[in-house]
């Protein structure tokens, strides 16, 4: 497994035409795509829920509030993870979400904070790539992009492949490696790295909410 | 056709000889009419005797004659046949009746298509001598010619022997290892894992080398019964590939006197996948061609190469 994302930033430096939506973005990557060779394979969704540590149990700690975020890919239909920022991710079957519901009294759900992506698998040779709109409630916010290259399994290997392999469709556009494949020199990919990649994206497109849509190029 | 009879053949005196055996037939024949003809009527029977007798002998006088007339001729004639340089089978040009029985000229046909494959397989040995291994080279084209018959026994060859082989392998390379089991009787299968980036099936008969399957690192080696699964093949694009090349560097390793040179070569080989996702193309110095990495590892060198960049 060897999903990279890349931000919506990244991606809205793509030189479209001026007044370009999120929409039409996607559009011109899938294009491209189709250009290169790849396939059509179904579509994807990615989704994460943020919850607040409770009120109640602060106030006994003495610490900040930690958020966590309760995220499932389709990927994987019956798992679910449960990730914290810089922490530990936690791989739980889909039972998970009823648990929480019982925690209410330790986890809170924040408002309006789901955010998801939502798009279309392409199969290209041994490459698997998934463009997606990440939205947040009813509005577009981002592009998201995951290669996943699944015969190498160790991610600092296949970097450079992966880096000419981006180039092919997002031209000179290309973003540089993300943390997690200089982590740890030769570990064995997990799925769990891929939502930590996911989640980074998801925090990082948050913060940009106040930014309207069509000023990202 | 003339060239060839000229030489070393009097045709002069083989017209003459012909003549002569016409002439030694009608004098036997004239032997056997007056046997047949017995005694003419004459007036005494001692009359008749004696003239038979007369006619008998100068019959076989003349056969005497005849014969030793073509003896002579016989040796100036010469000998063509042996001056040929297809011998006997020459004198099927002689044939005059050339398109009912094309003898001659399928002859020379074969001969000279027999005379070029000789030829080319000279050729072809020299050039196949040249590539295999070079401290093997000489050993092959010697034993090969000198041992016709030590390949069988290398097929019997002891559990435990090819135990060694294998295990001495093994602990060459350190980032593969190597796992040997018989899950069907004597024949040995390994199970190669080379650092994480592939895993390899390879089935064995004796040392040699049966079949091979590469597959990814995280892919499911083993069959429903728990055994190696040694049929299907990998899901990824890439690691067919590397199969394919693989079972050619099967047909390219190849040493049957010495079948564990074999099976090392072959792992040196394989180790150069190592590097599978991480070396690009030695010619045109790119990752990826047609979505794929470079698959071909070069038998000498061991430089990487996609499938359609290596000569
Ligand atoms: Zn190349």
Redesign the interface.
Same mark, same amino acid.
């Given at each position: 497994m060897r999903p990279f994302l890349l931000e919506g930033g990244s991606v809205s430096q793509m030189p479209v035409a001026e007044g370009k939506s999120v929409q039409q973005t996607v559009e011109l990557l899938t294009r491209k795509l189709e250009m290169l060779g790849a396939e059509k394979q179904g579509t994807f969704c990615v989704d994460c829920e943020t919850y607040h540590t409770a009120a109640s149990t602060l106030g006994s700690q003495g610490q900040a509030g930690k958020l966590m975020y309760v995220m499932h890919n389709s990927e994987y239909p019956l798992s679910c993870f449960a990730l914290f920022e810089n922490g530990p991710c936690l791989v739980a079957d889909t039972n998970f979400d009823v648990l929480m519901v019982k925690l209410k009294g330790f986890f809170q759900s924040a408002k309006a904070s789901k955010i998801e992506t939502r798009g279309t698998r392409y199969q290209y040779c041994d490459f698997l790539v998934k463009v997606g709109t990440v939205t947040m409630g009813p509005s577009a916010r981002g592009i998201s992009v995951e290669v996943e290259y699944g015969p190498c399994v160790v991610a600092s290997d296949c970097w450079s492949l992966l880096l000419e392999f981006l180039q092919s469709f997002l031209g000179s556009h290309t973003p540089g490696a993300p943390t997690v494949f200089g982590n740890r020199h030769d570990a064995v990919y997990s799925p769990a790295d891929t939502m930590v990649q996911y989640m980074e994206l998801f925090n990082k497109i948050r913060k940009q909410q106040q930014v309207p849509v069509a000023g990202i190029r | 056709m003339a060239d060839v009879l000229s030489v070393g053949v009097n045709l002069e005196a083989f017209a003459q000889a012909i003549s002569a055996i016409q002439a030694l037939r009608s004098s036997v024949s004239r032997v056997f009419d007056c046997l047949k003809d017995g005694m003419r009527n004459k007036e005494t029977l001692e009359g008749r005797e004696k003239a038979f007798i007369a006619h008998f002998q100068d019959n076989l006088h003349s056969v005497n004659r005849d014969l030793n007339e073509l003896e002579r001729l016989s040796n100036l004639v010469g000998k063509p046949s042996e001056n040929h340089p297809l011998h006997n089978s020459g004198l099927l040009s002689l044939d005059p009746v050339q398109d009912k029985t094309p003898l001659y000229s399928q002859l020379l046909q074969a001969y000279k298509w027999s005379n070029k494959l000789q030829y080319h397989a000279g050729l072809a040995s020299g050039l196949l001598n040249q590539q295999s291994l070079k401290r093997s080279a000489n050993q092959m084209g010697v034993s090969a010619k000198r041992r016709p018959k030590a390949q069988p026994t290398t097929l019997v060859l002891p559990p435990q022997y090819v135990d060694d082989v294998i295990s001495r392998i093994d602990r060459m390379f350190p980032e593969m290892s190597i796992h040997l089991s018989r899950p069907n009787g004597t024949s040995a299968m390994l199970l190669v894992t080379l650092g +994480?980036?592939l895993k390899v099936i390879v089935v064995m008969r004796s040392l040699f080398i049966d079949r091979t399957i590469v597959k990814?690192?995280?892919e499911n080696v083993y069959a429903e019964d728990g055994k190696l699964d040694i049929w299907s093949k990998s899901?990824?694009?890439?690691?067919q590939k590397v199969t394919d090349h693989a079972t050619t560097a099967l047909l390219h390793y190849q040493l049957p006197q010495m079948p564990d040179v074999v099976v090392r070569s072959f792992m040196t080989w394989l180790r150069s996948y190592i590097k599978l996702?991480?070396a690009?193309c030695q010619r045109c110095g +790119?990752?990826?061609q047609?979505?794929?990495?470079p698959t071909w590892r070069d038998f000498r060198t061991l430089e990487a190469f996609h499938d359609t960049c290596r000569q």
């Open positions: - | +994480k980036v990814g690192y995280n899901n990824y694009q890439v690691f996702f991480q690009p +790119k990752f990826l047609d979505g794929l990495p």
